[in-house]
T-cell receptor, first 111, second 115 residues
Framework: AQSVTQLGSHVSVSEGALVLLRCNYS??????LFWYVQYPNQGLQLLLK??????LVKGINGFEAEFKKSETSFHLTKPSAHMSDAAEYFC?????????FGSGTRLQVQP | ETGVTQTPRHLVMGMTNKKSLKCEQH?????MYWYKQSAKKPLELMFV???????ENNSVPSRFSPECPNSSHLFLHLHTLQPEDSALYLC??????????????FGEGSWLTVV
């Protein structure tokens, strides 16, 4: 079975600082990987998706993620945090069509 | 607007009640899903329907009963629930779960509180 692990349940950054949210995957086959964001009292919104076309994937709201096979990682980054980025972020791997999610990382952005 | 609409958004029910959650997708997808999101636990896949047929039941207790009358509608019937079933229930849809990397789109969820 495929799985993802998110390191750090809470991350706090200052507005304008780099955002780095970590995700490592475990998969016996080339994985399809996703990042979703959940704002308070809302469902999950797709940020970006890795499908093996390119190792650097650009998503919405200025986020991007880089697939590194040697490190089994798919970390999410954004060069400059904005207050509106405060939310919970979920990494997920496609597992026979459905998604298996990590436990989530709550991002706080300090003014 | 995500294309996946869930009602009600909030539901409070007693342990002896029967209630239902409803989900409708306007994306022309063939597959629909129920996920459960509890505090301090990862999202849990509950059920998958593909072309109205249930293709996965992730060891969900029988007090949760899904129904998928067509590819656009999905229900979750709730009966004699326990307080620990209080959670956010997320409905989702996708084009085809048999396709690797198929993207899943989520509704805004139904907050369920069992008292």
């Amino acid at each position: 079975a495929q799985s993802v692990t998110q390191l750090g349940s809470h991350v706090s950054v200052s507005e304008g600082a780099l955002v780095l949210l970590r995700c490592n995957y475990s998969s016996s086959v080339p994985p399809y990987l996703f990042w979703y964001v959940q704002y308070p009292n809302q469902g999950l919104q797709l940020l970006l998706k890795y499908t093996s076309a390119a190792t650097l994937v650009k998503g919405i709201n200025g986020f991007e993620a880089e697939f590194k096979k040697s490190e089994t990682s798919f970390h999410l980054t954004k060069p400059s945090a904005h207050m509106s980025d405060a939310a919970e972020y979920f990494c997920a791997v496609s597992d026979q069509g459905a998604l298996t999610f990590g436990s989530g990382t709550r991002l706080q952005v300090q003014p | 607007e995500t294309g996946v609409t869930q009602t009600p958004r909030h539901l409070v029910m007693g342990m002896t009640n029967k209630k239902s959650l409803k989900c409708e997708q306007h994306l022309g997808h063939n597959a629909m899903y129920w996920y459960k999101q509890s505090a301090k636990k990862p999202l849990e896949l509950m059920f998958v329907y593909n072309f109205k047929e249930q293709t996965e039941n992730n060891s969900v207790p029988s007090r949760f009963s899904p129904e998928c009358p067509n590819s656009s509608h999905l229900f979750l019937h709730l009966h004699t629930l326990q307080p620990e079933d209080s959670a956010l229930y997320l409905c989702a849809s996708s084009q085809d779960p048999a396709v690797s990397g198929n993207t899943i789109y989520f509704g805004e969820g139904s907050w369920l509180t069992v008292v």
